[in-house]
C-alpha cells in the first residue's frame, strides 16, 4: 500500500513569489492535514480538509490556503513568501472519524526562501 | 505559543540505556497524547499514545508514563538501540483535530 506522497520533495522560491505544495493521501484516506516543521520549534498546524472541506485553521496568515481536490489530494498555497516561511511542510492523511488518533506522515516539501 | 513544552532538546545514551523524554502541558481539556519517531529525511511515525485514564503503557520498548495531576507524560525506551536513534515528538490533542506539538528531542544511541 502507497503511503502519503508529497511533491516536490525541495522547493527553492525568492521572497514574493508563490508555492505550491501538493499531497496525495493514501488509498481511502479522506482527511488531509498540513503541518509546518520550522527548526527547532516542532510541528505547527496549518491547515486540516475533510471531503473537500476546510475543517479547522492553524495561527497561520491568510497568505497559507490550500484546498482538496475530488480525489482528496490537496494542494497548500503560500502567496508572497517571506523569508520566514522556509520549513519542512509535512502532509498526513487520516482515515479514523477523530483523524488526530493515527496521522500517516508523508516525507515532507522542504521549502527554501532567499 | 508551545502548548506542550518538551524536554531536553537532545540527549545521548549508550546502547542498553533508557532515554526518558519529558513533556509538559497546560491545557487541562487534553485528551489524547501521542508520540512520534522521526528518522531523518521521514516525516514522523506514530509510536504509541495514551488517553489520561491510564497513567502506563506499554508496547515493546516504549513506555508511557503519565500524571494528570502534574499535567505531565514522558517516553521511555527501554533497552535503547542504535536504530532508535530519532527526533522524538509528544502531542496532545483535544477533540478538534489539531494535534499540539512538542519542539522535538533528538535521541542518539551509541554502540
Known amino acids: 500500500e502507497a503511503g502519503v506522497t508529497q511533491s516536490p520533495t525541495h522547493l527553492i522560491k525568492t521572497r514574493g513569489q508563490q508555492a505550491t505544495l501538493r499531497c496525495s493521501p493514501i488509498s481511502g484516506h479522506t482527511s488531509v492535514y498540513w503541518y509546518q516543521q520550522a527548526l527547532g520549534l516542532g510541528l505547527q498546524f496549518l491547515l486540516w480538509?475533510?471531503?473537500?472541506?476546510?475543517?479547522n485553521r492553524g495561527n497561520f496568515p491568510p497568505r497559507f490556503s490550500g484546498r482538496q481536490f475530488p480525489n482528496y489530494s490537496s494542494e497548500l498555497n503560500v502567496n508572497a513568501l517571506e523569508l520566514e516561511d522556509s520549513a519542512l511542510y509535512l502532509c498526513?492523511?487520516?482515515?479514523?472519524?477523530?483523524?488526530?488518533?493515527?496521522?500517516?506522515f508523508g516525507s515532507g516539501t522542504q521549502l527554501s526562501v532567499l | 505559543q508551545q502548548q506542550v513544552k518538551q524536554s531536553p532538546q537532545s540527549l545521548i545514551v549508550q546502547k542498553g540505556g533508557i532515554p526518558i523524554i519529558n513533556c509538559a502541558y497546560e491545557?487541562?481539556?487534553?485528551?489524547?497524547f501521542p508520540w512520534y519517531q522521526q528518522f531523518p529525511g521521514k516525516g514522523p511515525a506514530l509510536l504509541i499514545a495514551i488517553r489520561p485514564d491510564v497513567s502506563e503503557k506499554k508496547e515493546g520498548r516504549f513506555t508511557i508514563s503519565f500524571n494528570k495531576s502534574a499535567k505531565q507524560f514522558s517516553l521511555h525506551i527501554m533497552d535503547s538501540q542504535p536504530g532508535d536513534s530519532a527526533t522524538y515528538f509528544c502531542a496532545a490533542d483535544f477533540n478538534d483535530y489539531k494535534l499540539s506539538f512538542g519542539a522535538g528531542t533528538t535521541v542518539t544511541v551509541r554502540a
Open positions: 480538509y475533510d471531503e473537500g472541506e476546510e475543517r
Open positions: 498526513a492523511s487520516s482515515l479514523a472519524r477523530r483523524g488526530s488518533e493515527k496521522l500517516f
Open positions: 491545557n487541562t481539556a487534553f485528551d489524547y
